[in-house]
């Protein structure tokens, strides 16, 4: 796993397609933009109807639950 240090409003590249923004820290909370291509599934660990790993911590604020990158 790489671990990575950002600040708000530093960006992360993911390949050729995709970009990671911080969009916001505040205390042990962080709020991440994602643009990707619209085809492109995005959906939090904890919603991932496949997973086999053990139970993450699901306190994730009021964000959408499951959306297409836009």
């Known amino acids: 796993m790489l671990v ?3 600040k708000e409003s530093e960006k992360i ?3 050729d397609s995709i970009v990671l923004t911080i969009v916001r ?3 042990d909370r962080v709020r991440l933009g ?3 291509p619209s085809d492109m599934l995005i959906l ?3 919603l991932d ?3 086999t790993s053990e139970p993450e ?3 994730e604020g009021n964000d959408s639950d499951q959306k297409k990158a836009a």
């Open 57 to 59: 911590n699901s306190n």
């Open 34 to 36: 994602i643009q990707a």
């Open 44 to 46: 939090r660990k904890e």
């Open 13 to 15: 590249m993911l390949g």
């Open 25 to 27: 820290v505040s205390g």
């Open 4 to 6: 990575l240090s950002r």
């Open 49 to 51: 109807p496949m997973k």
